[in-house]
């Protein structure tokens, strides 16, 4: 899970681990996180580049993707694809659960479906991975700590990857040039490079990867400014013009559209 908004020493514990081998690329961390304390914990998230897993022993999160959650957002173990936009997160100090991060590149060898079918949206445990879910729930909340969680979940994850399901060559190469550019390269350049329509490059993409790739493109070029603005020592409209936005105001309706936020907003939450 995510650091909380207002942090409280003592209210809950967080370990996580970064698998290597097979996992390397597939799996970018596994989180072990539980509430030790009553009390109202928030938590904001960022549009990112993860595809998370959570599997809950304990009370269900409050979950809202762009917006406060209601009481009608209780979710316990799910899978959420990738979202551009702010998740808003609360709990009540009893919830208790493991997450397995997956990569954009990687999640569709784990989850054997169309990527598509999971962004924008949770998904139940039960209805992503059936018995096999249920099943590792319940090993999972039989073992002692968490290094036997974090070695479980190695070996579930590694055995159920699917090699037939790695996203195409040409998605690879695209996607890797995205990153590389910071989000800055011109989708059009990209899909001619590897002789395909936008088209069939968007389509590929939101099979394979849930987004198309024109929203995976704001997502990087945004993650690069949270970066350079947690770095300091510059202004917003350096980090507009470093990170490759039109004008300051452009930044900033991209921090409300990923944050939820302003970027003085989203700063004054951040370092608090």
Known sequence: MPSPIQPDVGAFEMVETRPGGLLRGIVTRIVGYREMARRHIRTR????????????????????????????????????????????IESFGASHCLQIDFSPLGARRFFKL???????????????????????????GNAPDWRTRFALVID??????????????EVREVFGHIEISGGRAPISRLAARIGWSRKHLADRFNAEVGLGPKSIARIVRFNRALAAARSGGEGWADIAAGCGYADQAHLTREFQAMAGLSPAAWRAEDFA
Do not use: C, Q, W
Not at 48 to 58: D, E, K, M
Not at 125 to 137: I, K, Q, S
């Open 114 to 140: 169309p990527m598509h079918e999971l962004a924008d949206r949770m998904v139940l445990l039960d209805d992503v991975l059936g018995n096999e879910g249920a099943a590792l729930r319940e090993r999972l």
């Open 45 to 88: 998230e960022t549009a990112s580049l993860t595809v998370p897993l959570i599997i809950s022993f304990g009370e269900p999160f409050y979950i809202g993707l762009g917006r406060a959650p209601s009481e009608a957002d209780r979710i316990a173990s799910f899978a959420a694809g990738l979202y551009a936009g702010p998740v808003l």
């Open 156 to 169: 579930f994850v590694s055995a159920r990857i699917d090699a037939a399901k790695t996203p195409a060559a």
